[in-house]
């Protein structure tokens, strides 16, 4: 049965700048608050209404939701900042979220693409102990080696098993000379060693994600498209880094793939799957109990 909840807008302090967030708040809620940090550049809505949306469903289960506009997006004030740079906005937005929904025992924050970065990110650098976990999907590790590897893993092999392509190379509709350079640029891209992708002795971001990763004892859930290529160099990245091969494979990891879907899930049926995996998923961390012993003599 449906839980009846309310949303109410207020702004919060961040940096000397405010930001606007919005709360939908269970009548009775649960002990496992969710913040939806939001990727840029967008606001609180999301894409195809994707966070308000998700917000509402969750708020029915009896889940508290807070999502907020970044500095410099939708109606918060300040400079627009990049996902690497927001560490204090997502701060001060577990901070005012606990201040209005006090009853909240621990937070989980949930993040598409470079949110999902950002997350990680914030992990990485705060080691929030408010944090009782993760929910990423399709996240973002994007560089100029991850993007030609994926497109020569799996652009260029499924193009040459379409019908159209040939037809269209039969007929002189393309260019064999510019697909051929264009497969060469793609093809020299991708043997950099993206792992090793530093400057001086400063980690890459997909790196500092790896290590909040590694270093964050509670449950994760990820959940990538089928049909998206930032999902894919995500794939081709863990595949190749020991640090994120070890972090995704412990136990305390959920995994899922949804064939078919594009980036943003923006389907209604892809988007109901969304809210029904994570709900699914929450009810196993709402709770503080559920530390995972394998990870908790670490910490």
């Not at 961040?14 to 269970?26: F, T, V």
């Not at 994707?50 to 999502?67: D, E, H, I, N, S």
């Not at 701060?91 to 006090?102: E, G, L, R, T, V």
Request: proline content about 3%.
């Amino acid at each position: 049965m449906a839980v009846t909840f309310t949303e109410h807008a207020f702004t919060f302090a961040c940096d000397g700048e405010s930001l606007l967030g919005i709360i939908a708040e269970p009548a009775q809620s649960k002990p496992t608050g969710v913040l939806v940090v939001v990727g840029g550049p967008q606001y609180r809505v999301g894409s195809h209404r994707q966070f308000l949306l998700l917000a509402r469903a969750l708020a029915k289960a009896g889940y508290p939701v807070m999502r907020f506009d970044s500095s410099g997006m939708g109606d918060s004030t300040g400079e627009l900042r990049s996902f690497e740079t927001i560490n204090g906005n997502i701060a001060a937005a577990i901070s005012a979220f606990q201040k209005q929904c006090p009853a909240i025992e621990s937070i989980v924050l949930w993040g598409l693409c470079d949110a999902a970065s950002a997350s990680l990110l914030y992990i990485e650098a705060s080691q929030d102990s408010r944090l009782s976990g993760l929910v990423l999907l399709n996240p973002w590790v994007r560089s100029e080696t991850t993007l030609a590897r994926a497109h020569i893993k799996h652009y260029y092999g499924q193009r040459l098993l379409e019908a159209q392509f040939w037809r269209k190379l039969l007929t002189g509709q393309v260019r064999v000379d510019r697909a051929v350079a264009d497969f060469i640029r793609n093809w020299m891209r991708a043997q950099k060693n993206s792992s090793q992708a530093v400057v001086g002795a400063r980690l890459s971001f997909p790196q500092k994600m790896a290590r909040g990763l590694d270093g964050f004892a509670w449950p994760v859930l990820l959940i990538l498209s089928g049909n998206d290529y930032t999902a894919k160099e995500f794939l081709d990245v863990i595949q190749t880094d020991p640090v994120w091969s070890g972090a995704l494979a412990r136990s305390t990891v959920t995994r899922t793939t949804l064939e078919g879907a594009d980036h943003t899930f923006s389907s209604a049926e892809f988007r109901k799957k969304v809210e029904q995996i994570t709900l699914q998923w929450l009810e196993t961390v709402n709770t503080r109990s559920n530390i995972p012993t394998e990870k908790a003599s670490t910490q």
